[in-house]
């Protein structure tokens, strides 16, 4: 089931992050930064922005438990070629056990349809270059657009088309 995420979600969504950031990112960035993510600092950071009206967040329940979720909201760029898309998809995170089984595209579509009815018709997506989910954005039809030395994942909320800012 995919819902609206709620001010109780907070401690289930600072799970799935703390532990999908360790599963994803691994042997990409520092282990000593992993080390450190706790998920009570997580549960804070996101029952403040449970309570923001600008961000929009959905969960992904399986069998009653949270097992991943997405947040997205207006572009935080205030300039340069990505300013020109209204919205950005800020997280996509799920539990490894529960990646391949659909649920990442279908948090994608809900978060795309709520901003979509709050006027964000476009999206940019910021990707780590060695983030093995990359694939994930290029699936659901990503455009790289070259920013510099970055690239950048583009959006379309009307329809699925992903694209990917690649951090070198």
Not at 9 to 33: C, F, N, Q, R
Not at 145 to 150: E, Q, S
């Amino acid at each position: 089931m995919i819902r609206k995420a709620t001010w109780v979600d907070a401690l289930a969504i600072a799970s799935v992050h703390v532990e999908s950031w360790k599963t994803t990112y691994s042997g990409i960035v520092p282990d000593a930064y992993l080390e450190t993510l706790a998920v009570g600092e997580k549960q804070t950071l996101w029952e403040k922005v449970l309570r923001q009206s600008d961000h929009s967040v959905f969960v992904a329940e399986e069998h009653g438990r949270v097992v991943g979720f997405v947040s997205g909201g207006p572009n935080r760029a205030a300039d340069g070629l990505i300013a020109k898309y209204d919205g950005e998809l800020y997280a996509v995170y799920l539990l490894k056990e529960a990646q391949g089984k659909g649920w990442g595209r279908r948090l994608v579509q809900a978060l795309a349809r709520d901003l979509a009815q709050k006027g964000i018709h476009s999206l940019v997506v910021w990707v780590l270059a060695a983030n093995p989910s990359r694939g994930f954005y290029e699936r659901l039809g990503g455009e790289k657009l070259a920013v510099g030395d970055r690239h950048a994942d583009i959006v379309s909320v009307r329809r699925p088309v992903f694209g990917e800012r690649v951090c070198p």
